[in-house]
């Protein structure tokens, strides 16, 4: 008889997750931060051309529509930001097609929260913080890189001003497969392949690692700033514990007409690969329109939080069910 009706975590690991759901939103009502529930299905999903939304025909009283499964809850959030909510946070459900394995499932929990009048600095205190208070045996410190200062270290190559033939080559190299495997990817598809199989298992080696000034084209939600040396960059932050990307965080963009147009410009670019536009999200753009405050948000996968803080060996040993198994 088949066994495949039983959780895949086990009663006592659920018992854990609990203990520390509630120590999180704790973490939060101390600070006065006022837990929010918003819809998985909104008008809108994510346009980024390394995400795959999922949607679903729904009958309305407007008729036939199609709705997206969010996946995050950033763009009910930031309409709730606008409404003057002021500080809140969510444990949501979200949900990427076609993400399965150790560290992933399609369906999976995002804690979101975000902090009108923060700065991404003051943002990235808060998000040690809260990931220390949950990992009883660390004791490590918060160490910041610079996205740029990483390839230099580790591939002796520079992200910004290198040709997109030489990222394409160390992409296919150290992907151990065929250079015309690349021929069609662009500049952020090789970062990205170089920054996972390269960089990332070197991160948060007894530390926390705060990688920030990625490059402007990967802002996605987030203003951009010029650093140092006078390159514009994305004003967010990615934080790493044993080389799991566990945050991600944004100086959050608020200007409607420019989120409108990068909305469009990652629909052309989905064109291009042939992957298929995905609705924008009009709503947001409205809030965004009638003044979202400025400040910072982050998001944090919280089943790949518990899975450290317990031991685990994959993701789907910290759910109740997984995707597989749902």
């Given at each position: 008889m088949s066994a495949s009706w039983r959780p895949t975590a086990d009663i006592e690991t659920l018992r854990e997750r609990a203990r520390l759901l509630a120590k999180v939103r704790a973490f939060f009502t101390e600070r006065d931060v006022l837990e929010v529930e918003t819809p998985v299905l909104g008008q809108g999903g994510s346009t980024d051309v390394?995400?795959?939304?999922?949607?679903?025909l729904a009958r309305t009283?407007?008729?036939?529509r199609r709705l997206w499964l969010?996946?995050?809850?950033e763009f009910h959030m930031k309409r709730l930001l606008a409404a003057g909510s002021g500080p809140i946070f969510q444990l949501a459900?979200?949900?990427r097609d076609g993400e399965v394995g150790a560290r992933h499932n399609i369906e999976f929990t995002m804690l979101e929260w975000y902090r009108p009048g923060y700065s991404l600095a003051a943002l990235i205190d808060e998000t040690a913080t809260l990931v220390a208070s949950i990992l009883p045996r660390f004791?490590?410190?918060?160490?910041?890189?610079?996205?740029?200062r990483l390839f230099?270290?580790?591939?002796?190559v520079d992200p910004f001003t290198s040709s997109l033939e030489t990222l394409r080559r160390l992409a296919a190299k150290h992907?151990?497969?065929p250079a015309t495997a690349l021929a069609n990817d662009g500049r952020d598809t090789c970062l990205d392949l170089l920054m996972s199989m390269v960089i990332e298992p070197y991160l948060g080696r007894n530390e926390l690692s705060v990688v920030v000034d990625y490059p402007a084209s990967q802002a996605a939600l987030a203003r951009r700033h010029q650093d140092a040396d006078g390159e514009w960059v994305a004003s967010r932050f990615e934080l790493y514990l044993n080389g799991i990307e566990l945050a991600n965080g944004y100086d959050e963009l608020t200007d409607a007409a420019e989120q409108r147009a990068r909305f469009a410009d990652d629909n052309a670019e989905r064109r291009k690969l042939g992957v298929?536009?995905?609705?924008?999200?009009e709503h947001l753009l409205a809030a965004l329109d009638a003044g979202l405050p400025p400040g910072s948000g982050v998001a944090l996968g919280i089943d790949r939080l518990i899975q450290l803080a317990l031991g685990k060996a994959r993701l789907e040993d910290v759910l109740t069910f997984s995707t597989p198994n749902c």
């Open positions: 390394h995400l795959v939304s999922l949607s679903t009283d407007r008729g036939q969010q996946t995050s809850p459900k979200s949900f004791h490590g410190s918060v160490v910041h890189y610079a996205y740029r230099h270290t580790h591939l002796a992907g151990q497969m298929g536009e995905v609705d924008v999200d």
